[in-house]
């Protein structure tokens, strides 16, 4: 079974720094890896997907890398705001039309 | 367009008690999910529908749990005789295709307080 595990849990940073979340999982034969944001009461929003021939993808701010060999991914964040304060999710997708595997998720707070 | 709607967004039922969860996808999205993500717990997979099939059912957790869709459109996702274990976020999302390149879109979930 898929294993997926995000490290830290929770992050705190002060408004303005770069940083960076991490996403591991332990079976690399996977489809793709996408990456949410979850705001408290809310459900999943879709940031980012990354497909497994695909070794990074970019939103504004937002870019994330995936090195399927070594079974992880990292999502970086430029210039942190206060509004980036949420929990980050990574999933990975197995096989056409499986579930995905979420991991627990990195509490961010950017503190103003 | 609209994202994906699901109803109620709070429920609170007794225990023994059958409830329904609805999940209204993006519309022309083929794949469906449903989720259950717990107090301080990751999502946990419970169903896939490709169009009104459900080649994947391996995550409903007993027989009290079963969902259906219809039209390719609509799932529901019903609990009977509802037990404490089974308050939790239920989460829907739906996605274009179902393949590598399709993103998944969640609803904002139905919290299901059993009592």
């Known amino acids: 079974k898929q294993e997926v595990t995000q490290i830290p849990a929770a992050l705190s940073v002060p408004e303005g720094e770069n940083l960076v979340l991490n996403c591991s999982f332990t079976d690399s034969a996977i489809y793709n890896l996408q990456w949410f944001r979850q705001d408290p009461g809310k459900g999943l929003t879709s940031l980012l997907l990354?497909?497994?021939?695909?070794r990074e993808q970019t939103s504004g701010r937002l870019n994330a890398s995936l090195d399927k060999s070594s079974g992880r991914s990292t999502l970086y964040i430029a210039a942190s705001q206060p509004g980036d304060s949420a929990t980050y999710l990574c999933?990975?997708?197995?096989?056409?039309?499986?579930?995905?595997?979420f991991g627990t998720g990195t509490s961010l707070t950017v503190i103003p | 367009g609209a994202g994906v709607s699901q109803s109620p967004s709070n429920k609170v039922t007794e225990k023994g008690k059958d409830v329904e969860l609805r999940c209204d996808p993006i519309?022309?999205?083929?794949?469906l999910y449903w989720y259950r993500q717990s107090l301080g717990q990751g999502l946990e997979f419970l169903i896939y529908f490709q169009g009104n099939s459900a080649p994947d059912k391996s995550g409903l957790p007993s027989d009290r749990f079963s969902a259906e869709r219809t039209g390719g459109s609509v799932s529901t996702l019903t609990i009977q005789r509802t037990q404490q274990e089974d308050s939790a976020v239920y989460l829907c999302?739906?996605?274009?295709?179902?393949?590598?390149?399709?993103?998944?879109?969640f609803g904002n979930g139905t919290r299901l307080t059993v009592t």
């Open positions: 999933a990975v997708k197995k096989g056409t039309g499986n579930q995905f595997y």
């Open positions: 519309s022309g999205h083929t794949a």
């Open positions: 990354i497909q497994s021939s695909q």
């Open positions: 999302a739906s996605s274009l295709l179902g393949d590598s390149r399709s993103p998944l879109h």
